[in-house]
């Protein structure tokens, strides 16, 4: 067992901490689900920009659902310890959610791409076959890394019990390891730049495409592109910075302060995005917008 230290018990506060805890969890749960739920009931939302969003939701589910249950558990409880294959199981979930964020994000810059800078080939390019095998290898990458890192992480003995962080992680078990983790950080070095420098780099190279070709086009177009693209760049800019900033951060032995900073990020990395992505879409992209008022009217007024 290893116990799990990271963060101040707050004593007869912790139902407060508790209560909040449900209502992030729950507001994630009802955000998401409405956009999938959005873009399974509406046949307009059937396109692959839509559906890719739709992914980037059901992943955020995922990803929270390796957090919350388990934080729940250790906010109501005085003994705050977890198991190894319950610390495993947490490290899985947490860190593909986290690198099927960044491949979708990439899909999706993939798409806007091929949108603006080759309308009339877009639907002979994004067909439903190829949207399937994108959000299939989108899925897929995250579930072949984090298995082979997780792999090597459990294989390391550990002469150590405490971890410094809310949730189980990578580098916070390795730490504890007894022997030489070299090959480890090696591997998940390797692993961190193929899933995160070279995607966000292909992201930059996506979005200086589409600026050349705006720059070319009429003021409408630019428009069109700008509302479709900019909920695209604000989720990848805040979610690059807090994984970049949480990647580097949870490398290093700081001082209690610093520290603190660390949890923020790390934390920060699993609750904004579930509850901002969401929002983004829903409220920036005219149809998705149009659709969910349109719901809400039809239910505010069953019987018109």
């Known amino acids: 067992y290893n116990d799990v230290n990271s963060y101040i018990d707050y004593g007869g506060l912790k139902y407060l901490f508790f209560l909040l805890l449900i209502i992030v969890y729950l507001a994630i749960l009802l955000l998401n689900v409405s956009?999938?739920?959005?873009?399974?009931?509406?046949?307009?939302?059937?396109?692959?920009?839509?559906l890719f969003i739709a992914c980037l939701s059901a992943n955020a589910i995922y990803g929270s659902s390796g957090l919350f249950p388990r934080l729940f558990i250790d906010v109501l409880s005085d003994s705050h310890s977890i198991s190894y294959d319950a610390c495993s199981s947490q490290i899985f979930v947490i860190y593909t959610y986290g690198i099927c964020?960044?491949?979708?994000?990439?899909?999706?810059?993939?798409?806007?791409c091929v949108a603006i800078c080759?309308?009339?080939?877009?639907h002979s390019i994004m067909t439903p076959?190829?949207?399937?095998?994108?959000?299939?290898?989108?899925?897929?990458?995250?579930?072949?890394?984090?298995s082979i890192v997780t792999?090597?992480?459990?294989?390391?003995?550990?002469?150590?019990?405490?971890?410094?962080?809310?949730?189980?992680?990578?580098?916070s078990v390795a730490r504890l390891s007894c022997v030489s983790t070299a090959g480890n950080n090696a591997m998940g070095l390797f692993f961190t730049v193929v899933t995160i420098?070279?995607?966000?780099?292909?992201?930059?190279?996506?979005?200086?495409?589409?600026?050349?070709?705006?720059?070319?086009?009429?003021?409408?177009?630019?428009?069109?592109a700008l509302q479709t693209s900019l909920p695209h760049i604000v989720t990848v800019v805040t979610y690059s910075l807090s994984s970049f900033c949480d990647i580097l951060l949870s490398?290093?032995?700081?001082?209690?302060?610093?520290n603190i900073v660390t949890l923020l990020f790390s934390v920060e990395v699993l609750l904004v995005p579930p509850i901002l992505n969401p929002l983004i879409y829903g409220l920036a992209l005219p149809e998705i917008r149009k659709k969910i008022i349109n719901r809400l009217k039809n239910a505010s007024n069953p019987h018109k």
Do not use: N
């Not at 873009?39 to 396109?47: A, F, W």
């Not at 964020?101 to 806007?112: P, Q, V």
């Not at 080759?118 to 877009?122: F, G, H």
């Not at 992480?153 to 949730?167: F, H, K, Q």
């Open 151 to 171: 792999y090597f992480t459990a294989r390391l003995p550990l002469c150590g019990r405490e971890i410094t962080r809310l949730y189980c992680s990578t580098w």
């Open 197 to 224: 420098f070279l995607l966000v780099a292909f992201i930059l190279y996506t979005y200086i495409r589409i600026l050349l070709v705006c720059r070319r086009s009429s003021s409408e177009f630019r428009g069109k």
């Open 251 to 258: 490398r290093f032995e700081l001082g209690q302060a610093l």
């Open 118 to 122: 080759y309308p009339l080939r877009y």
């Open 129 to 146: 076959r190829t949207t399937g095998l994108l959000i299939a290898a989108g899925v897929s990458w995250p579930i072949v890394c984090k």
């Open 101 to 112: 964020e960044f491949t979708m994000l990439t899909i999706m810059a993939y798409d806007r």
């Open 35 to 50: 956009i999938i739920w959005m873009v399974y009931k509406e046949r307009s939302l059937h396109e692959p920009m839509y």
